[in-house]
């Protein structure tokens, strides 16, 4: 095959991007093979090209088609492919930056030396200083590392699970509390410690990130959030993905059943709130499983456990108990504080011109100490669980559903 029929192989996903396709959010248009538009946190949209060098591994990750006894076509791209690739659709207008993964075909060092050789043509050669995003292999060694972040905008390890136990379950090769944690908190405290110094560029300035499969092997996320909390409070790690487990074919997982997407769409918001909301791990509500509400969100769920904080009177509020409001963000909340100091709000109508989602958190809001709904939001009613009114699915492709995370 020529170079574009093994990038076509190697950039294929099962499943979009489901982080910024949450509730009110809609989906943007497809790009280019390999090349994915994404929101930025702080607004607009960028052109990401998203690819593996290889899909040859000799892991035995159960969840995915690359494991060592997976049946799919196996190819790669040498590090000037894979570069040039890249360039030749950046040149053209086509894709802003790069995220770059890979399989682990025999010595982790190995194809980890493949993927930073990629990184050096972009930077030193091509000179590219936009957004690159280089995902470390399991096994990669410490000067790895500290090479990839040097290079990276954002590195990411993938952590899998929240416990060894749970990790070794998905994938046994892998090694939690002995390697990955360890190597995403080195490349964490890297880039901490060089925007502590003055010097962001020099060692990946976007921050570190880090993914879970959710749900294949009965974790907890109490357990998920904790681990994230604690690494996030410790300014090792920017954010956190979450993938709802999907079985695909041929692998050795597949028989297990798929997690709702709903699971996933709660853990991002948990993790929001952990992170921009001045939220802490034990204030969120967990069930007797230790898994958060599929049917409410967790902030109006923290809401409701804590009537006597509401209705918060939204003319004198401090910020902080603004984004304790079901329905207020942090955009919202910033609004209301800058508009407040000039203009009497009246009603619904200003606060929904600001951003607010009054339907939602109404019951929780006040103004001029008129309460906006005397009574919660109804609850969802639901004939089917979670899930339970798709058929089962068992997804072909030969790429990992959350390679790109």
């Known amino acids: ?21 949450l ?4 989906r943007l248009q497809e790009g280019p093979v ?31 088609p690359t494991f060592c006894g997976g049946k799919v076509r196996r190819v790669s791209l040498g590090p000037e492919e894979a570069a040039r690739t890249f360039m030749e659709a950046h040149r053209a207008g086509a894709a802003d ?15 980890m030396d493949r993927m930073l050789a990629t990184a050096e043509v972009l930077r030193r050669r091509e000179g590219f200083s936009g957004y690159l995003h280089l995902k470390m292999l399991p096994g990669a060694d410490d000067d790895q590392v500290r090479t990839a972040v040097r290079l990276a905008s954002r590195v990411s390890i993938n952590l899998e699970g929240p416990t060894d136990d749970v990790v070794q379950r998905l994938a046994s090769d892998k090694d939690l509390s002995g390697d990955l944690l360890p190597k995403l908190e080195l490349a964490g405290r890297l880039s901490r410690e060089a925007r502590l110094e003055g010097r962001p560029g020099s060692a990946a300035p976007a921050g570190t990130t880090t993914q879970f499969v959710v749900g294949a092997q009965g974790e907890a996320d109490r357990d998920l959030l904790g681990l994230v909390g604690r690494l996030e409070a410790a300014g090792l790690l920017h954010h956190a993905h979450w993938s709802a487990f999907q079985p695909v074919a041929g692998t050795p997982m597949e028989g297990l059943p798929a997690v709702p997407a709903a699971r996933e769409a709660r853990l991002y918001q948990a993790e929001h709130l952990l ?17 958060l509400a599929l049917d409410r969100d967790p902030k109006t769920a923290w809401a409701l456990g804590h009537p006597a904080r509401f209705p ?10 603004l984004l304790r409001v079901p329905g207020i963000g942090p955009r919202a909340a910033d609004r209301i504080i800058a508009v407040r100091r000039s203009t009497v709000l009246r009603g619904a109508d200003d606060l929904r011109r600001l951003g607010v989602d009054v339907a939602r958190g109404g019951h929780f809001m006040a103004l001029a100490g008129h309460h906006l709904a005397r009574r919660p939001p109804a609850e969802q009613l639901r004939l089917f669980p979670h899930g339970g009114h798709l058929p089962a699915v068992v997804w072909k ?7 790109y995370r």
């Open 1 to 21: 095959m020529d170079r574009h029929e093994r990038f076509a192989i190697l950039s294929r996903e099962a499943t979009a991007d489901r982080e910024h396709g």
């Open 275 to 291: 992170r921009q909301y001045g939220f802490g791990v034990d204030e969120l509500v967990f069930g007797p499983d230790g898994n």
């Open 312 to 321: 918060v009177e939204l003319t004198r509020a401090s910020r902080e108990e």
């Open 397 to 403: 492709t030969p790429v990992p559903p959350c390679a």
């Open 34 to 64: 390999g090349i994915r538009p994404l929101r930025m946190p702080g607004g607009g949209v960028t052109r990401l090209m998203r690819v593996m060098q290889t899909n040859a591994c000799s892991l035995s990750c159960g969840y995915c």
């Open 97 to 111: 930056g790069l995220f770059l993964t890979s399989g682990v075909p025999g010595r982790p060092r190995r194809a």
């Open 23 to 26: 509730p009110g959010r809609p």
